[in-house]
């Protein structure tokens, strides 16, 4: 499938840990959303990615966002898609910013609307382990609680949906088999609770909005994460095609 040429621009939100680009000496090593944004620009389309804090909270990483679409796209609304984490920054940002009227859409890929039972596992055994040594390295850990079952329920009686955007989501299905022995733990976790899961968060957390779209694999797969291991088990996928059709069902909606 081609990829559409949408009128407005495109925004692109990472998740917990991720990034817009590394690069060094000019070159750039990686993209978080692999080749999305070029499949994307070589369509026409207007494209940005932003670069949140990895490991701030949802609010945090909210304004911040808005921010980006100030510099960026001022003047004119915005489509947004949003990875993992960034699904809930963009809800927030939408409801709770002023920013209704700024965005025309927004996809959330992965994203826990509901918590993932993986958070609840590691707040529960880890946190006070792990956060004193954030705080004496002075790094921000809010983010590792804001994705918990008990404060996404939270999030959710605070955080409406605005009526004149259009909601739209994508959820991961992992079969979590001994062949990845890396999403082995949470995805037992998460399957025990919540049943099918990308190996961190589960379909049913994932499934937002108009509509949910779901897709075989595991939770970076989504974004198009070329992985070494994928490609040796034969588990690699493009996503090129998938993320065509979700903005084939922008352009069919009139945008």
């Not at 590792?144 to 329920?153: G, K, S, V, Y």
């Amino acid at each position: 499938m081609s990829v559409p040429r949408l009128r407005a621009p495109i925004v692109l939100v990472h998740g917990l840990l991720g990034y817009d680009q590394w690069k060094l000496c000019g070159w750039t090593l990686a993209n978080y959303f692999g080749c999305i944004p070029t499949s994307f620009t070589d369509a026409g389309n207007r494209v940005f990615v932003a670069a949140l804090s990895k490991t701030r909270g949802v609010a945090d990483r909210a304004n911040q966002l808005k921010a980006f679409l100030d510099l960026h796209s001022p003047e004119e609304p915005v489509h947004l898609i949003g990875h993992s984490m960034g699904g809930l920054d963009a809800r927030y940002m939408i409801s709770c910013l002023g920013m209704a009227d700024r965005v025309l859409s927004l996809t959330t890929i992965g994203t826990p609307h509901r918590g993932t039972a993986f958070a609840d596992w590691g707040v529960r055994k880890l946190a006070k382990l792990i956060v004193p040594f954030f705080e004496k390295l002075c790094v921000p850990y809010q983010a590792f609680f804001d994705l918990t079952t008990a404060n996404c329920r939270d999030f959710n009686e605070k955080v409406p949906d605005a009526p004149a955007v259009r909601y739209f989501s994508v959820a991961g299905k992992h079969q979590g088999t001994w062949l990845s022995p890396e999403w082995e733990l949470p995805h037992r976790i998460v399957t025990r609770v919540e049943g099918d899961n990308d190996g961190i968060v589960s379909v049913t957390s994932a499934n937002y909005g108009e509509s949910c779209d779901i897709w075989p694999g595991d939770h970076i797969s989504l974004v198009n994460w070329i992985s070494p291991l994928a490609h040796l088990r034969g588990q690699y996928t493009d996503r090129t095609p998938a993320y065509a059709a979700l903005l084939g069902r922008l352009a069919d909606a009139g945008f």
